[in-house]
């Protein structure tokens, strides 16, 4: 393209959607970015046409205000649009507005995820319609919806674009004035920007990227973040001496003599904003363009763009101003009816006022009727001279008008916050705790704490500022836990006026909630300690004493481990009903037996007793505020370890659903992620479960370090990696991450952390270290009065880790080990501590204890496990000659080792057999038992009709059901019998093809 070319729609470059408004000017200086952004458009159109997905790009303006970016984006508007199917999309921040969660995102998707089609929609959506539909103002927030984390929007916007892109690709996605966007769409967009490369998007930003011109200090850690984006980055520079010289020639005639011409030039410093405003001075001032005159430029400059309240008066005067000041009030697409209101005009007057705006060239007017500054500079300009009573006053009356116009309290709050305070007005303060609790629902806290904290220096009633400091403590919940301590202790302040009873105990819950979460269990326990003996109400007390029983038994340690138990059966036994904090008393104990190692039956008993027909019950679901995730965590956590898989996994599933949907994004899906994980490594499953984990890892990285819920995950995932015969990397990620006593210093990691790190330790076969670990953690485990040994397997192992040593010692330990695995009574302790005696014994002993093992372990879910056992029972066998049957233990080792994908157990296996002369794997056919066994009922039904060569079509008849089905029943009976229709007779035991009764009379004949 030619500079020539290039006239553009670049005059009233900010215009809103104004596209259609602005004047054509020729944009100079800028044919290396023109080419760039043609490039960019082209490369995207093409990519896509070649069937292209991951060609996304992201290209950047930068310069100093009024250097030309908005005109250039303009520029890849017209030509993204000239392309065909290709949609744009476009939004802009405003000063004013940056404060209004997702003012950015909802302008750049809401037009275009309105207009799709409803089934389209649910597509796109998928499960986060409940998040993303509200945070972008499509969809009312559901009835009884709680706080949106804000990582949850992010998260779902994520999936949002993923799903949109392809279907409106390709897409070119605009943001101007990103400086100016909110904290709530920056933080997505930036993070956004680093992958847009993986979809069809290609990414426009334009901002300044000096600080100051960034709003406030708390966008810094995103401007910053906007600076190391890493794209086509174009900082755009000054415009030449000859190209002014043209601006000015082409406005005043070619009289303008050179040294007038280069004086401008050097007093607007090639900035094209300050050299079309200085060209109207000049214009307006008559100054003719010669050499004499140059001196006056400096002067007429700083009255161009230096405007004071003065000018602005002189200039407008004082009843235009008023409706400029209420117009920069409202920011951009200024509706003429609010503006009137605010500036509390009659609509003649507002008339006058915005045909003398026009005329000085402050406002302009949108296609779609609303105004608009012709450039944000103007805009800052005014809205900075406002005095401030004014300011503050007329933010009020904004308030008010918005409200009466019917566009919400979210749209008015803003403005509220920025009124005059110290009245007392509850009015106010009830207006902004509503808007508090709005913001909640669109997931955006902070600006929920804005207002919050603005009500607080109403200030409210005595009788009201303790809940206020209560709700602000709530907003920060998933967010800030700092701040959530201070103010729920604010709020719980003795020396103020109390809060309302019911809400003590809401915030004590609350207090001790985010106190655990940052590992301070103890202090967490105590709180609800202390304030349950205070309270009266029968129900909040055992609420909160329920509470404190919870947090310590989430402690690494505690003083009186028995004592508590104890106290725990005695609130159980005393239990009135089954109501909600009843059977979350029920679901502390069943969790606190099955630690204890108590009768498995025992805490199955309690915890089915939680659940309704399987589900958890209203109030202790898992997004359920009361009691919050630890309680349904407990009773998946006591079904995982007691054999009742299962049911774990659908509480867990649950539990992922469930946040995705609460857009529950931080700890709460990380957690649910790692139960999982964990549910899948008990059953064996370890390729899923290390998937799960290293998820639940990132989310808690994500969040901080080396939270409990990376020392959980990292735990599991070490155990996993052991398990799948990968001890180095094990190795390797427990010293990175620091996984080795003395542990977290105040959470008790799940399971137990001494035991995986003595289990690693026996691995690396380093027994001394092993040995010691191990010791200690059976030594704090006794205190406590835990014995589960599946959650801290630490006697078993140590056996191993001191049996060439001290075998007596070791003996006394397996068979504690498996005395403590009888108690508890369920098949996989048992066949666990059974298979962990017979390492330290050998011979016949060995064998006898395997074999037991075996079967108490293929009846339990633990299949792994079950795997080691067949392979040790498979070694244990051939060691003392019993080749045939270690043959048979270990084919089956292998299948089921390969199942769970424990690699490195399937090549001992193969080892062992390979070293002793045996075939590393089974010679020929399966059995015909078994392949049959594999087939269901469908597919023998089809097999038999095969094998007899009825062809598909018939045989689709013959059952009455689709010849895709068939097909497909076909496909798993030839995969299953390890042939094609040739061999299918004998593969599966039966008499070859009777193609035709009479034919083989014939040859009988
Ligand atoms: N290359 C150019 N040649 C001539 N005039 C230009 C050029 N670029 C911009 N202008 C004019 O300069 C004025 C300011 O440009 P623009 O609004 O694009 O600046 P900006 O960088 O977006 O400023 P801000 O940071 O304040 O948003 C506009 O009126 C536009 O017409
Ligand atoms: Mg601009």
Redo the contacts with the bound molecule.
């Keep these: 393209m030619t500079e020539q070319e290039n006239a553009i729609r ?5 215009a809103g959607d104004g596209d259609g408004a ?1 004047p054509r ?6 044919d290396a970015e023109l080419r760039s952004v043609e490039a960019a458009v082209d490369r995207l159109c093409r990519g896509f046409a070649a069937g292209g997905t991951e060609i996304g790009d992201l290209l950047t ?1 930068s ?12 520029e890849v508007r017209r030509l993204a649009k000239l392309r065909e199917g290709a949609t744009v999309l476009f939004a802009r921040g405003g000063e004013r507005q940056f404060k209004e969660p997702y003012h950015v995102l909802r302008q750049l998707l809401q037009p275009v995820l309105s207009d799709l089609r409803p089934e389209v929609f649910s597509q796109v959506m998928g499960t986060w319609e409940e998040v993303v539909g509200p945070a972008m103002g499509i969809k009312q927030p559901k009835a009884g919806a709680r706080r949106l984390d804000p990582q949850g929007v992010r998260d779902g916007l994520d999936y949002v674009i993923t799903q949109l892109a392809p279907r409106r690709a390709p897409m070119v996605m605009i943001v ?2 990103l ?1 100016w966007a909110d904290g709530e769409s920056l933080s997505w967009l930036t993070k956004f920007a680093i992958r847009s490369s993986e979809l069809p998007v290609l990414l426009v930003f ?3 990227e000096d600080e100051n ?1 960034w709003p406030t200090e708390t966008q810094e850690p995103f401007r910053k973040d906007v600076l190391r984006l890493k794209g086509r980055k174009h900082e ?1 520079n000054r ?1 030449t001496l000859s ?1 002014v010289t043209d ?1 000015i020639r082409a406005e005043l005639g070619d009289k303008a003599e050179d040294a007038f011409c280069y004086e401008f030039w050097n007093v607007v410093n090639g ?3 300050e ?2 405003a200085l060209l109207d001075q000049v214009r307006d001032q008559e100054l003719e363009p010669v050499e004499e005159n140059s001196r006056q430029l400096r002067e007429l400059a700083v009255d161009a763009t230096g405007m004071t309240l003065k000018s602005w008066l002189d200039r407008l005067g004082a009843s235009t101003l008023r409706f400029a000041w209420a117009c920069a009030m409202l920011g951009t697409d200024i509706r003429v009816d609010l503006a009137t209101r605010i500036s509390t005009q009659s609509t003649e007057g507002a008339r006058d006022s915005i045909k003398q705006l026009r005329k000085q060239r402050v406002l302009t007017q949108t296609p779609n009727g609303n105004l608009e500054f ?4 103007i805009a800052s300009s005014i809205y900075n001279t406002m005095p401030d009573a004014t300011r503050l006053g007329m933010h009020g009356i904004a308030a008010a008008e918005i409200e009466n116009a019917g566009l919400g309290l979210l749209a008015a709050s803003r403005h509220l916050v920025e009124t005059h305070s110290g009245e007392g007005d509850d009015r106010i303060v009830k207006k902004l705790r509503r808007a508090a609790v709005e913001h909640q629902l669109i997931g955006a806290p902070e600006a929920a704490q804005r207002c919050l904290h603005r009500a607080l220096n109403e200030p409210p009633a005595d009788e009201i500022k303790a809940e206020v400091l209560y709700e602000l403590g709530c907003s920060a919940l998933l967010t800030d836990p700092v701040a959530t301590v201070n103010q729920l202790k604010l709020a719980l302040d003795p020396d103020e006026v109390p809060l309302r009873p019911e809400l003590r105990v809401d915030a004590t819950f609350r207090l001790s909630e985010v106190l655990a979460h940052s590992g301070e269990l103890g202090q967490a326990a105590l709180v609800c300690q202390k304030e349950a003996q205070q309270t009266a109400d029968p129900a909040g007390r055992q609420r909160l004493q329920a509470a404190s029983f919870m947090w310590h038994a989430f402690r690494k340690s505690e003083e009186d481990g028995p004592g508590r138990s104890a106290r725990l059966g005695e609130m159980c036994r005393n239990l009135g009903g089954r109501t909600a904090a009843d059977r979350a008393v029920l679901a502390m104990r069943a969790w606190d037996l099955t630690l204890r190692g108590a009768p498995s039956a025992e805490a199955l008993a309690l915890a089915d007793e939680v659940l309704d027909a399987g589900r958890l019950p209203k109030g202790l679901g898992w997004t359920d505020t009361t009691w919050g995730f630890e309680l349904p965590s407990m009773l998946g956590l006591t079904y995982i370890y007691n054999d009742r898989i299962a049911q774990a996994e659908r509480l867990a599933a649950d539990a992922i659903i469930q946040f995705e949907i609460a857009g529950w994004s931080g700890a709460h899906r990380g957690f649910a992620y790692f139960l999982m994980g964990l549910a899948r490594f008990r059953r064996g499953l370890l390729a899923e479960a290390e998937d799960f984990l290293r998820r639940a890892h990132r989310i808690s990285e994500r969040i901080g370090q080396r939270l409990p819920l990376a020392w959980d995950a990292i735990g599991v995932l070490v155990d996993t990696l052991i398990a799948r015969g990968r001890v180095e990397e094990a190795w390797t990620l427990a010293n990175d991450f620091g996984f080795h006593p003395p542990y977290h210093s105040t959470a008790m990691v799940l399971p137990d952390a001494a035991s995986l790190y003595g289990k690693l330790l026996v691995a690396k076969e380093k027994y001394a270290g092993a040995a010691a670990a191990l010791t200690e953690a059976g030594a704090q485990l006794e205190v406590r009065g835990w014995r589960n040994t599946v959650w801290a397997p630490w006697a078993g192992h140590l056996a191993i880790a001191i049996a060439r040593d001290e075998p007596e010692r070791a003996r006394d330990y397996a068979e504690r080990a498996v005395q403590d695995a009888r108690n508890f009574g369920t098949a996989s302790a048992i066949g666990s501590a059974l298979r962990l005696q017979a390492r330290i014994e050998d011979g016949q002993a060995a064998v006898e204890l395997l074999e037991d093992a075996v079967t108490y372990l293929g009846q339990s879910p633990a299949g792994y496990e079950h795997a080691v056992a067949l392979v040790d029972l498979g070694a244990a066998l051939r060691r003392v000659g019993r080749l045939d049957d270690a043959q048979e233990y270990l084919y089956q080792g292998i299948e089921l080792a390969q199942h769970c994908s424990a690699e490195g157990l399937v090549d001992r296996a193969r080892r062992e057999l390979a070293n002793y002369g045996l075939r590393p794997n089974r010679l020929g056919l399966r059995d015909f038992r078994e392949t049959i066994d594999t087939l269901s009922s469908a597919e023998w039904e089809v097999a038999k009709r095969a094998v007899q060569g009825v062809p598909p079509q018939r045989i689709a008849d013959e059952l009455g059901v689709p010849i895709g089905l068939v097909n497909r029943r076909l496909a798993a009976v030839y995969r299953k019998a390890g042939s094609g229709p040739d061999g299918l007779a004998s593969a599966l035991g039966l008499p070859p093809q009777q193609r035709d009764a009479s034919g083989l009379e014939d040859l009988d004949d």
């Design positions: 670049a005059g009233a470059g900010s602005a000017v020729r944009l100079r200086d800028r303006f310069g100093r205000p009024g250097i030309g970016k908005t005109s250039l984006l303009h101007d004035d400086h334009a901002f300044r011109d755009l415009l190209s601006m900035n094209p904003f050299a079309n012709v450039h944000p500079l």
